[in-house]
């Protein structure tokens, strides 16, 4: 079994895309870690699936939709206990 | 030698008034709302929510794919883009990525150029997609703070080919789209409220010409995006601004930033946005909790059937129908509820004239019944907010003259002209204002039922 090891830098890409800022020691655990996930996975490759047409899902439902209504109840009432303003605004540090 | 070549393409947005939102059933209403009314576990992307597409939001946007003659998919599915930015509370947005609902379309209309000749031109339409709104930030203080009402709504994404050169066919080519999604009733593609927002994307290509005359044309290998503009003339005065921007540029042989821009409108001016430090790295796969869409042929073709008759092609009928002028026509078609208004009143029309004995009615223009009431209607002479009815009646006091009131006018006027000797010495005199106080006299002797045109014309040809 190939055993892929990331690289540093796709570490450092990584956890970027995934907004994680990670310490020196991390990106050592991280990244050795989430390799080591990626070739348990790769595992797979051994299957013959030349066979078997791609899908991209596996519950073999379609067209589940809702009608155009509104259902108020289901909207949230109390936003009571999160980080929101007195108008009502959830509030982040300013982005630019 | 050498010159360059403008390649423009545009995103065009296009929010759906649909009631409920695009994966959930929170009011899709959210303008002027106290924000954060609207907001359920899946619009704000709490774990465990299962979002469900909204039927009507696909059938509008299959609606939307056939105006601008795009072949339905007959499969396609919902993917997640994924990218952190406060207005999106998932961390992804559901969108489509390469199963879009529509492809491949196009839209064709007249244009004049700059001789005033008119052309008919087509552009391509790549794609045609449906997503979900963003929720909306303000920024105030050290604060950004954020409103999800607007997250979730359906939101479609309309991409053409690159296949303008100039920014009047871009303006002309978005003014027609609007039209077009405004006679749908899909969205109020309102531009100030942000239902429908453009984004061009510009580049230049270099086209040398050999002294054989061969042209040689290069692609292009940056591409610059203006994003969120919210007018039809601001696309035209960026995409302006662009063009100058990036000749000026290349002509110094460099080659300008791939990179997304801002249009201050102030200014008149694009300028650059905070660059992405990396290429969009999205991250594109399968939204895993929504099955895929499978269309029939007869379920695409009972939508097709609910397409409205679209503005060129109205356009046309009415140029061929009423007889009307190509560009009062054209007027007439831009807004749906005054192209039908126009036709009410027509109808109107000829229902009160087939009351009156035929033989009596003369219409005084030499034009069409259609081109008199679309006069009234383009030159504002009355208004639309009149019962078409009424508009009628009035467009035949205003236009018509019965032979009945044509007696009493004749004889208005001689009266007329023999009470007030000195006005028509006047007048013959060259005094040409006096005609004015004898067509005022005529209107009170006939207490005003009469058009002051008609007598103005007939005592001019009395006097001559």
């Not at chain 2, 009507?56 to 998919?73: D, F, P, R, V």
């Not at chain 2, 990218?83 to 004049?112: C, H, M, R, T, V």
């Not at chain 2, 030499?366 to 467009?395: C, H, M, Y």
């Amino acid at each position: 079994m190939a055993k892929k090891t990331l690289t540093k830098e796709e570490i450092i890409h990584l956890s970027k895309l995934a907004n994680l800022s990670l310490t020196e020691e991390e990106i050592e655990i991280y990244g050795s870690q989430l390799s080591e996930i990626l070739s348990y996975i790769e595992q797979l490759e051994e299957v013959d699936t030349s066979k078997v047409s791609s899908t991209a899902q596996v519950t073999e439902l379609k067209n589940v939709t809702e009608e155009d209504e509104v259902k108020e109840e289901r909207s949230i009432k109390d936003l009571a206990g999160l980080k929101v303003n007195k108008d009502n605004y959830f509030t982040v540090k300013r982005i630019r | 030698m050498y010159k360059y070549q403008p390649v423009i393409g545009l995103e065009i947005h296009v929010e759906l008034k649909t009631k409920s939102k695009m994966f959930c059933q929170d009011s899709a209403d959210y303008f002027g709302k106290k924000p954060n009314t609207h907001v359920c576990p899946v619009c704000l992307g709490l774990p465990g929510a299962l979002p469900v597409p909204n039927k009507k939001a696909i059938e509008w946007t299959i609606l939307i794919g056939q105006a601008l003659n795009c072949s339905i998919n007959k499969v396609s599915k919902f993917d997640r883009k994924h990218y952190f930015y406060p207005d999106l509370p998932k961390g992804y947005q559901i969108s489509q990525y390469d199963e879009p609902i529509a492809s491949n379309g196009w839209l064709k209309f007249q244009i004049s150029n700059f001789k005033f000749q008119i052309k008919e031109k087509k552009f391509r339409i790549h794609r045609v997609h449906l997503e979900e709104d963003t929720g909306k930030l303000i920024h105030s203080g050290s604060d950004t703070l954020v409103d999800f009402n607007r997250s979730g709504v359906p939101l479609v994404e309309i991409v053409t080919e690159p296949d303008f050169d100039n920014s009047d066919d871009v303006k002309r080519f978005l003014e027609e789209l609007h039209t077009i999604i405004r006679y749908l009733g899909v969205s109020d593609a309102d531009m100030e409220k942000g239902s429908m927002r453009l984004e061009p994307n510009i580049s230049l290509r270099k086209i040398s010409i050999q002294d054989s005359g061969f042209k040689i044309q290069e692609l292009p290998n940056y591409k610059v995006e203006v994003k969120n503009i919210n007018s039809f003339n601001f696309v035209k005065r960026a995409i302006e601004y662009e063009i100058k921007r990036q000749t000026e540029i290349l002509e110094k042989g460099e080659t300008p930033a791939q990179e997304t821009r801002g249009f201050d409108s102030v200014k008149g001016i694009t300028y650059s946005q905070r660059s992405k430090e990396e290429a969009h790295d999205y991250r594109y796969f399968p939204e895993p909790d929504i099955p895929p869409l499978e269309f029939t042929y007869k379920e695409i073709e009972d939508i097709k059937k609910k397409l409205p008759e679209l503005p060129s092609d109205k356009e046309k009928r009415l140029i061929k129908e009423y007889r009307l002028k190509a560009q009062d026509a054209f007027i007439l078609t831009r807004d749906l509820r005054i192209a039908d208004y126009f036709e009410k009143v027509t109808d109107e029309f000829n229902k009160l004239m087939l009351v009156q004995d035929k033989a009596s009615v003369d219409i005084e223009k030499q034009q069409s019944l259609g081109q008199t009431i679309a006069n009234l209607i383009v030159n504002k002479r009355l208004s639309t907010s009149l019962d078409p009815e009424e508009f009628a009646k009035k467009a035949i006091t205003s236009t018509v003259t019965y032979i009945a009131d044509r007696e009493k006018m004749d004889k208005a006027v001689s009266k007329v002209i023999d009470d007030f000797p000195k006005a028509v010495e006047d007048y013959k005199a060259g005094k040409t204002n006096s005609i004015m106080f004898l067509v005022g006299q005529v209107m009170k002797e006939m207490k005003g039922q009469v058009d002051a045109n008609t007598v103005k014309k007939k005592l001019i040809k009395i006097l001559k």
